[in-house]
């Protein structure tokens, strides 16, 4: 299984740019996937020294990454491109909306209105 995981908000409560306090649960979680053998992509918009900063963080909080904010080989090469969009099973993200949950969200900003 491949799991994407957002980084602020996620992983990190802190407020971008920092960085902590660590969701533990969510942390404990992943470690306990990556040792059943399920692969981690770090997804998230931090880029450049925040970015790094984020991944050092996680690496402190023992989460090493098959990759960060990119595909896993393995997946490039299965569809022979390396989409923007990243490949996984889940993507784990405080901002996510599934298919379902969305009707939430639509009677938040909708009202009782059904569009």
Same mark, same amino acid.
């Given at each position: 299984m491949i799991l994407a995981v %957002?980084? $602020?908000?996620?992983?990190?409560?802190g407020i971008w740019p920092a #960085?902590?306090?660590?969701? %533990?649960?969510l942390i404990r979680f992943l470690l306990w996937r990556q040792e059943e053998g399920d692969r981690l992509i770090l997804w998230t918009c931090r880029a450049g020294e925040a970015l790094e900063t984020a991944v050092e963080w996680?690496?402190?909080?023992?989460? #090493?990454? $098959?990759?960060?904010? $990119?595909?896993?080989?393995?997946?490039?090469?299965?569809?022979?491109?390396n989409s923007r969009k990243i490949t996984c099973d889940y993507y784990i993200d405080d901002r996510a909306v599934s298919g379902e949950d969305f009707r939430e969200l639509e009677k938040e900003l909708c009202g009782l209105r059904v569009v």
């Open positions: %957002d980084f $602020d908000g996620t992983l990190s409560y #960085v902590g306090p660590a969701n %533990d649960r996680c690496r402190e909080q023992g989460l #090493v990454f $098959d990759a960060v904010n $990119d595909n896993l080989p393995e997946t490039i090469e299965m569809y022979g491109v």
